[in-house]
Structure formats: structure tokens, C-alpha cells
């Protein structure tokens, strides 16, 4: 078990340019999950994915951000036109496709936006 | 809608002695609970969670967590806390989707 892995660890961008994370989740796992967590906080919901298919978004994520998962397996989330509100730690989660299953998290992205 | 109150922005105990971290919950339906840690540098690791039958769940280095309904709590304890326990603690809870609800983070500092 090699557990959820996530690229990279530290982003360090400048406003407006765009940014790409990776996030590849436990081998068995049909569903995957996005959070983003600011200091002080715990995580808030983006989104999700149960196989290839991005079945929910939070409003928290505007028009800028986008989110994949082509084959089901790892997933990317990109940032466009990045805003210094965008600074926060990006977490990613996987879980098996059932109700009350636990999620498994990864170290997390931190972005920095200057 | 569903959310997760954590009153306790910051506590310190002393090592070896009793915590208790608290959480309250909204959520209309029976709730899934869950209790994570997170250590500076590392991701969420789950220290237990509860889904139903005993209302008091055991988990890992120690941790325990009890149900009551009653009083939409789902509040953390381990009975002699050790200086590595010293992270951040998130309760969460799931609802009938899979979608976490987090609250805003206990910060645990553990003096000698």
C-alpha cells in the first residue's frame, strides 16, 4: 500500500501565471477527492471524482479551476490566472466507491501566489 | 446543512496527563464521524471514526472517541497524552455522498 501521493509538494508562482498539480491515489480506489485548507482551517470540499467521472463541485471553485481524471486513475488540478487568495494547501483523498468509507489523504500541494 | 463546530481553537496539556478534545456536528441523518491528526509537514492520518453500533470507538496510539446523540458530539480522549501526540486535530463528518465536512482544527501543545 503506497498510499496517496501528490506533486508537487511546494509551489512557489507569481499572479496570473497557471499552475498544474498531481495527485495519485491508492491503487484500488474509484473515488478521489480535492480540499483546499488555508491556515487556521480545516479542509473545505472542491470537488470529486468517482472513476473517470467528476460527479460534484464545490462553489468554492470558480470558473479558473479545473479538475481531471482521464483514465480514472491520477487527477490534476489546474489553477488558471492565479490570484494570492489562491495561496492555500491543496489536498487530495481517495476512497473506496462506498458510503461510509474512510478517505486517505495525501501530504498535500502547498501553493504560495506572490 | 451539515457542519462541524470544534470550540477549542488551542489547548495545552501537560505530559501524561488526560485530553479531551470536543466536537459538535449538524446533520440531519446518522452522521459518520471521524477524527483525523495532522502533524506539521504530514497529510491527514485517521485516528478513528464511527459509523455505528458501540458509541465509544477505540483508534489508534491510544485515542478514543465517544458517540452521544443527544448531544451532537463526538468528543476525542486519550487518557495520558506523550509529546509526539502534539499536531492539529480535525473531526469531520461524512455525509450520506461520501463528502467531508471538517471543522476548523484543534491545535494540541503538549508541555513536560
Known amino acids: 500500500d503506497t498510499g496517496v501521493s501528490q506533486d508537487p509538494r511546494h509551489k512557489i508562482t507569481k499572479r496570473g501565471q497557471n499552475v498544474t498539480f498531481r495527485c495519485d491515489p491508492i491503487?484500488?480506489?474509484?473515488?478521489l477527492y480535492w480540499y483546499r485548507q488555508t491556515l487556521g482551517q480545516g479542509p473545505e470540499f472542491l470537488t470529486y471524482f468517482q472513476n473517470e467521472a467528476q460527479l460534484e463541485k464545490s462553489r468554492l471553485l470558480s470558473d479558473r479551476f479545473s479538475a481531471e481524471r482521464p483514465k480514472g486513475s491520477f487527477s490534476t488540478l489546474e489553477i488558471q490566472r492565479t490570484e494570492q487568495g489562491d495561496s492555500a494547501m491543496y489536498l487530495c483523498?481517495?476512497?473506496?466507491?462506498?458510503?461510509?468509507?474512510?478517505?486517505?489523504f495525501g501530504p498535500g500541494t502547498r501553493l504560495l501566489v506572490l | 446543512a451539515q457542519s462541524v463546530t470544534q470550540p477549542d481553537i488551542h489547548i495545552t496539556v501537560s505530559e501524561g496527563a488526560s485530553l479531551e478534545l470536543r466536537c459538535n456536528y449538524s446533520y440531519g441523518a446518522t452522521p459518520y464521524l471521524f477524527w483525523y491528526v495532522q502533524s506539521p509537514g504530514q497529510g491527514l492520518q485517521l485516528l478513528l471514526k464511527y459509523f455505528s453500533g458501540d458509541t465509544l470507538v477505540q483508534g489508534i496510539k491510544g485515542f478514543e472517541a465517544e458517540f452521544k446523540r443527544s448531544q451532537s458530539s463526538f468528543n476525542l480522549r486519550k487518557p495520558s497524552v506523550h509529546w509526539s501526540d502534539a499536531a492539529e486535530y480535525f473531526c469531520a463528518v461524512g455525509d450520506a455522498g461520501n463528502q467531508f465536512y471538517f471543522g476548523t482544527g484543534t491545535s494540541l501543545t503538549v508541555i513536560p
Open positions: 491503487s484500488e480506489h474509484n473515488r
Open positions: 483523498a481517495s476512497s473506496r466507491k462506498r458510503v461510509q468509507e474512510t478517505q486517505y
